[in-house]
């Protein structure tokens, strides 16, 4: 029973990484440039696809 108590604290940890917003963090970078541009393509686009290595920065 054990174990399978531990297989569900593991899932639910999992399960709030896919649902819940990642905290933000000190350190984030500013980058207005980026931002602007963003800003700018959704005028034009419904869908902005951002895609890099992990590591990258997608989130911050």
Do not use: Y
């Amino acid at each position: 029973m054990a174990a399978r108590a531990e297989l569900q604290e593991q899932w639910n940890a999992v399960a709030l990484t896919k649902f819940r917003a990642p905290r933000l963090r000190r350190d984030v970078i500013s980058r207005p440039g980026l931002f602007e541009r963003l800003l700018d393509s959704i005028q034009d686009n419904p869908v902005t696809l951002v895609c890099a290595p992990g590591g990258s920065g997608k989130t911050t």
